[in-house]
């Protein structure tokens, strides 16, 4: 039987190399690659894939939010986050907009069969270094939030912007960046602080005197 896969990321290459690293596997066929929010959301009913590999940082939708919007309308399709962001906030997020696993961009294809086999048969897979630090953080270990120290200089220019209640794009504009790469900061300003939204990363920036 053959399992159908598809790719949601904006990074060809990145999505070429994994086509690639399957292409010589039978019983696996990647039926479409995408590189937006949109285009997957636009193409994924018609070209139904069992599996779709989904990265978390897209240039139009965040990728834990397309993951539950998908599943709305192919409610047998399996997600599987494949990112380079190791931090557990993500983790929990995406699983509880319903992914069925998590792994990380430096994984192998002997890993990523497996993480194939494991969703289908209706278990979630997590890489094992993301099993780690969620054990660890359920136990206590959870490492000293030195906030004002981790955040960069970029970072604490996008916050003050989204407690303007700038759009992304007017961020992107007013820092001469792209809007993804605002989308970068405030994730990873979410991650640091804990916040789930722009609400309450605003709420929390306030709490710890991080805003002008």
């Known amino acids: 039987m053959i ?10 290459m990145v999505a070429k190399g ?3 690293m399957l292409a010589d596997t039978k019983e696996i066929e990647v039926v479409a690659t995408y590189q937006t929010g949109n285009e997957t959301l636009e193409s994924i009913k018609n070209d139904a894939p069992d599996v779709l590999l989904l990265d978390i940082n897209l ?11 998908v599943l709305k309308s192919s409610k047998d399709l399996k997600i599987i986050a494949i990112t380079n962001y190791e931090d ?30 494991t969703v289908l048969s209706g278990e979630q897979y ?26 960069t200089r970029r970072e604490k220019e996008v916050l003050q912007a989204i407690s ?20 970068t900061h ?11 939204n722009s609400v309450g990363l605003v709420k929390t920036a306030m709490e710890l005197d991080l805003l002008d």
């Open 3 to 12: 399992t159908k896969i598809a790719i949601t990321d904006d990074h060809v």
């Open 18 to 20: 994994i086509a690639a």
């Open 59 to 69: 240039p139009d939708i965040n990728g834990i939010d397309l993951c539950k919007t």
């Open 88 to 117: 557990t906030s993500f983790v929990k997020r995406i699983l509880k907009n319903g992914a069925h696993g998590y792994l990380l961009k430096n994984t192998d294809k002997i890993e990523l069969l497996e993480a194939f086999k």
């Open 126 to 151: 997590l890489q094992k270094d993301i099993q780690k630090k969620l054990l660890n953080q359920s136990l206590g270990q959870k490492k000293e939030k030195t906030l004002f120290t981790k955040l």
């Open 164 to 183: 303007e209640e700038l759009t992304t794009q007017e961020i992107a504009d007013k820092l001469f960046v792209s809007a993804k790469t605002v989308e």
């Open 186 to 196: 405030r994730m990873n300003l979410m991650s640091k602080l804990g916040a789930r």
